[in-house]
Structure formats: structure tokens, C-alpha cells
């Protein structure tokens, strides 16, 4: 009987995620859609629940002015970056997404693995909105689980087919938290510089009509570079940010990887970790497949493989 044969303590979701922003590309439903086939094909019966965040942990990372914003429902010259609406509704699924990281981070740091089905929102900086990602629900996580001393370190290994710049701009002066990002260079946001940066064109420029970023060319790149971090740094917890968005069928994204290479991809890093003996926390990020049935599938494997690699420990090495 394994260790872990109850996976409601790895999972963290709130009903919450999925916010009403209108028309819009960013799928709010995803988070329902993953967390009902886990509940109708995994055996998850209950999963934890975020509750608000305090101050103390988001002042952390964001100040007190662009939080005040937040509150208020603000259009500000820190707000309007945002490519969301603001609404109450959508500042309380920002605010649940940061406290449901760090519940994941808990987790992890308990239990080996936790899957958020929400968060990775790598583009928010201290203070001010960008893309979709009004808090930085990571960087959240990464100081509240350094402040309660559970964790010294920390790694963030950002998958997401867009650089992860606001985490890597607000750890950039702070040796204990690494960041990597490996995403799409002729893509948005303007590049911040990561810890480490692994910036792949969706094209090659000498060829026209070349190869593209396929499951082979994009995992020759991350195999090497997780191995790396995780010798060179040795973090006491990994918080992975799993885009779904790398994938061939994204509209936001020029790489082309299959629903097998994302498997690989998740494997790669989560058996690395699993073999260092390293926590790992799931957070989702992006994901914007033309068919959001693709973007919940791969989401869906992140965990699943999680749960994988973890359940097939045996017990008497944990
Ligand atoms: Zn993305």
C-alpha cells in the first residue's frame, strides 16, 4: 500500500478560478475542467481550498499602493497593463490563486509533490498588472515558505511558452530564489533576464521553412538544463510553472510540441526532481489550445504524472 493513496492532500483548487472575464482567450474554465476529471477518473474526492490570502504574505512581493488598486477596482497606471478586466470577481481569483500556491508549496514540502490547478501567473510584477496576471502568485509562494523557514531555497522552473519576466524581475537581486525560464524568444513579453534563460526561436533563421521547435529540439534544451539547476543549486523546493501553451495547436504560442512531448516535457522535470529527492509544487500557467479540451489534457498529465512518479516510490524509502 503506497504512501500515498489518497490524492486529495496534493490537490489545491478553488470554484473561484473560474472568473467571469468575458470574450476572451485566456480559458477560466480549464481549472474546472481538470479538477472534474480528476474527481470523475482519479478518485479525487475532496481538494484543499485556498482561502484569502493575509496582507503580510502578498506584501511580500507586491506593494502596498498596486495592492490598494487591486482592492479598489482601480484603473491606474499600475492596473492598466492588465490585458483583463478588473472586477471583484477577478481580484478575488488572483488573490485565492496566490494562497492556493502557497498551500501547494506546503503540500509539496510535506508530501513530495502538490498539483495547484491554478496559478503560474509569471508575469506580474511588484507592482504593477501585465498580460493575464494581475499577482504573482510564485513569487508569493517561493517568500512565504522561505519566511516560515520550511524551505531555503528555492527553484522556479518556468515551462511556459512565454518567458516568465515578472518572477525573474523580482528575484533577480535574490540568490536564494533561481529562476529558469525556457520559452519562445519571438514571442511576448519583453524578455526580463532570468537566472537562467533558454530563449528558442520558432523559426530558423537560415533556413526558411526550417524545423521549428519540435519535442525533440525542445527537450534536447530543457533535459541538461534541469539536471544543472537542480546539482548546481540544490533547491529545497521546486515550484513548476507547466504552460500548457508550448503545444502545437496554442494560438498564443509558436512551438510545436504533441501531447506526447508536454508528457515528456512534465516527466523530465518532475522525475528529475523526484530523483533528487527535491518537493516539487505545480502551478498551471498559460494555455490557449484552439480545442480547450487539449489545454485541460495536458494540465491534466502534469499531474497525473506527478502522481506517477511519487506513488511509485516505494514506502520504505520515504
Ligand atoms: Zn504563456
Avoid at 507592482?127 to 531555503?152: H, K, M, P
Avoid at 519562445?184 to 523559426?203: A, C, T, V
Avoid at 528529475?272 to 490557449?288: N, W
Wanted: include cysteine.
Amino acid at each position: 500500500m503506497s504512501a500515498d493513496s489518497s490524492i486529495d492532500q496534493h490537490i489545491v483548487y478553488s470554484t473561484a478560478y473560474e472568473a467571469d472575464i468575458g470574450a476572451h482567450v485566456f480559458p477560466t474554465e480549464k481549472f474546472r475542467g481538470v479538477f472534474e476529471r480528476l474527481v470523475a477518473e482519479d478518485g479525487l474526492e475532496r481538494a484543499l481550498e485556498p482561502e484569502r490570502p493575509d496582507r503580510e504574505a502578498l506584501l511580500r512581493v507586491h506593494t502596498e499602493d498596486y495592492l490598494r488598486d487591486l482592492e479598489g477596482g482601480r484603473h491606474t497606471e499600475r492596473t492598466i497593463a492588465s490585458e483583463l478586466p478588473i472586477t471583484g470577481e477577478i481580484v478575488e481569483w488572483f488573490m485565492l490563486s496566490c494562497a492556493g500556491t502557497v498551500l501547494a508549496c506546503r503540500q509539496a514540502l510535506a508530501l513530495g509533490w502538490a498539483a495547484h490547478l491554478g496559478g503560474g501567473f509569471h508575469h506580474a510584477f511588484p507592482a504593477r498588472a501585465e498580460g493575464f496576471c494581475y499577482l504573482n502568485d510564485l513569487a508569493v509562494g517561493a517568500r512565504a515558505v522561505q519566511a516560515d523557514g520550511s524551505a531555503e531555497r528555492v527553484a522556479i522552473i518556468d515551462v511556459d511558452v512565454h518567458q516568465g519576466n515578472g518572477t525573474a524581475a523580482i528575484f533577480a537581486r535574490d540568490p536564494t530564489v533561481f529562476t529558469f525560464s525556457i520559452h519562445q524568444e519571438d514571442n511576448y513579453p519583453i524578455k526580463e533576464r532570468s537566472d537562467r534563460d533558454i530563449g528558442l526561436l520558432s523559426f530558423d533563421p537560415h533556413r526558411i521553412g526550417g524545423p521549428t521547435v519540435t519535442d525533440s529540439v525542445y527537450l534536447a534544451e530543457l533535459e541538461p538544463a534541469v539536471i544543472d539547476i537542480l546539482d548546481d543549486f540544490r533547491p529545497h523546493l521546486v515550484l513548476y510553472q507547466c504552460g500548457a501553451d508550448p503545444y502545437q495547436h496554442d494560438q498564443l504560442g509558436g512551438f510545436r510540441l504533441t501531447l506526447e512531448g508536454l508528457a515528456r516535457r512534465d516527466a523530465t522535470v518532475l522525475g528529475a526532481c523526484h530523483e533528487r529527492r527535491v518537493p516539487v509544487a505545480i502551478t498551471f500557467g498559460g494555455g490557449y489550445a484552439i480545442d480547450v479540451a487539449d489545454t485541460i489534457a495536458i494540465h491534466l498529465e502534469t499531474v497525473r504524472t506527478a502522481r506517477r512518479i511519487w506513488t511509485a516510490e516505494p514506502q520504505a524509502e520515504r
